[in-house]
């Protein structure tokens, strides 16, 4: 990664949902390659994790109909982007921690036909074991292929995002 985003020093508080994602979607990168060189696997997979799934969140807000509005008139802005069913105004469909399904990415490739898209989005299976709660377990059960196959899945997701951030568009 590049670093495009560069420092946080500049966000302030109304800074969009989806510049916190992209600028957190590096840290947690940076943080995870770090931690993976200095042989910490079970942290650097967790942050691998999360540096996805703050992307995609990036890329939902940015390129389709998510939103982090409140759910119900009056209430809180989400914790997480949203889709709205366009016949009700209700959730249809909430972006929360991976793993996220197939039918869960289907919203980013609707209607598109970019290759690149769909292939770097069909390796989000690395991440199928993944689990945010991780982070509470004694780290036993991380191996080394694990971190080094989501380490590459995370890489080509960050590029991909870094990419559709340059040009505006997601392929």
């Known amino acids: 990664m590049s670093g495009t985003l560069g420092t946080s020093s500049g966000a302030s508080s109304a800074a969009t949902h989806e510049h916190h994602y ?3 979607a590096e840290r947690h990168y940076r ?3 770090y931690l993976h060189g200095d042989g910490r696997l079970p942290n650097a997979d967790y942050h691998f994790g999360f540096a996805v799934e703050c992307a995609l969140k990036s890329l939902l807000l ?10 119900r008139e009056g209430g809180r802005p989400a914790k997480a982007p949203w889709v709205p ?3 009700t105004g209700r959730v249809k469909h909430e972006y929360g921690h991976l ?5 869960d990415v289907a919203l980013l490739t609707h209607g598109r036909s970019a290759a690149r898209l769909s292939a770097v989005l069909a390796t989000l299976t ?3 074991s993944w689990t945010v709660h991780q982070r509470y377990l004694d780290g036993a059960a991380v191996s080394e292929a694990d971190v080094s196959k989501r380490r590459t899945v995370a890489r080509e997701i960050l590029t991909l995002h870094e990419q559709a951030l340059i040009t505006g568009r997601l392929q």
């Open 22 to 24: 992209a600028h957190a």
């Open 85 to 87: 069913d366009p016949a």
């Open 31 to 33: 943080d995870a390659v």
């Open 62 to 71: 940015r390129f389709t109909a998510a939103t982090m509005a409140p759910k």
């Open 99 to 103: 793993p996220w399904l197939a039918a």
């Open 126 to 128: 690395a991440f199928e």
